[in-house]
T-cell receptor, first 109, second 117 residues
Framework: GQNIDQPTEMTATEGAIVQINCTYQTSGFNGLFWYQQHAGEAPTFLSY??LDGLEEKGRFSSFLSRSKGYSYLLLKELQMKDSASYLCAVLDSNYQLIWGAGTKLIIKP | GAVVSQHPSWVICKSGTSVKIECRSLDFQATTMFWYRQFPKQSLMLMATSNEGSKATYEQGVEKDKFLINHASLTLSTLTVTSAHPEDSSFYICSAASEEGNSYEQYFGPGTRLTVT
């Protein structure tokens, strides 16, 4: 079956760095997405990785290793507004998005 | 980034009535549109995938006669919840995808909160 694992909840301090991991087992792979979702809102796109390596976009970076079925989202200089759920999703061979359950990130002052 | 709109943003309806939700891609043509449902504190659940001009593909367990999807054009898809019941109360989110060459982009609408009384 298809499966995406990410931690349920993480806590970090304002100004610090946090890494949210995601491992996946899917039928085929056409890319991996990270989304941010604040409570009661739709997800917003953060990053898309289809090749191995690190993609940096401002305070957020995303890494992919296809051979290991592994990705992480790195958030630097954490701000209180970064408190949200972070969803990892993989595009499978049928171009269907397989979603992880999301990681709730709590930022403390 | 591209913009996807949904209308209405929230709706309250009585049990037994039907509700239509519109999803529009405002500044790009979407080859595929997706409809998701999200219950509180749960991840997104894909309901169906639709391509312009063809019938939607529904996920297992989603009643196609209850959740009618019409993908009329490359910028508009509608979801109609027919004979709504309180258990249909949820957050419905659409997304629109555009694929060109090796680029694949998917953008989400703001969601529609449906409450059935």
């Amino acid at each position: 079956g298809q499966n995406i694992d990410q931690p349920t909840e993480m806590t970090a301090t304002e100004g610090a760095i946090v890494q949210i991991n995601c491992t996946y087992q899917t039928s085929g792979f056409n890319g991996l997405f990270w989304y941010q979702q604040h409570a009661g809102e739709a997800p917003t796109f953060l990053s898309y990785n289809v090749l191995d390596g690190l993609e940096e976009k401002g305070r957020f970076s995303s890494f992919l290793s296809r051979s290991k079925g592994y990705s992480y989202l790195l958030l630097k200089e954490l701000q209180m507004k970064d408190s949200a759920s972070y969803l990892c999703a993989v595009l499978d061979s049928n171009y269907q998005l397989i979603w992880g359950a999301g990681t709730k990130l709590i930022i403390k002052p | 980034g591209a913009v996807v709109s949904q209308h209405p943003s929230w709706v309250i309806c009585k049990s037994g009535t039907s509700v239509k939700i519109e999803c529009r891609s405002l500044d790009f043509q979407a080859t595929t549109m997706f409809w998701y449902r999200q219950f509180p504190k749960q991840s997104l659940m894909l309901m169906a995938t639709s391509n312009e001009g063809s019938k939607a593909t529904y996920e297992q367990g989603v009643e196609k006669d209850k959740f009618l999807i019409n993908h009329a054009s490359l910028t508009l898809s509608t979801l109609t919840v027919t004979s709504a019941h309180p258990e249909d109360s949820s957050f419905y989110i659409c997304s629109a995808a555009s694929e060109e060459g090796n680029s694949y982009e998917q953008y989400f609408g703001p969601g529609t909160r449906l409450t059935v009384t």
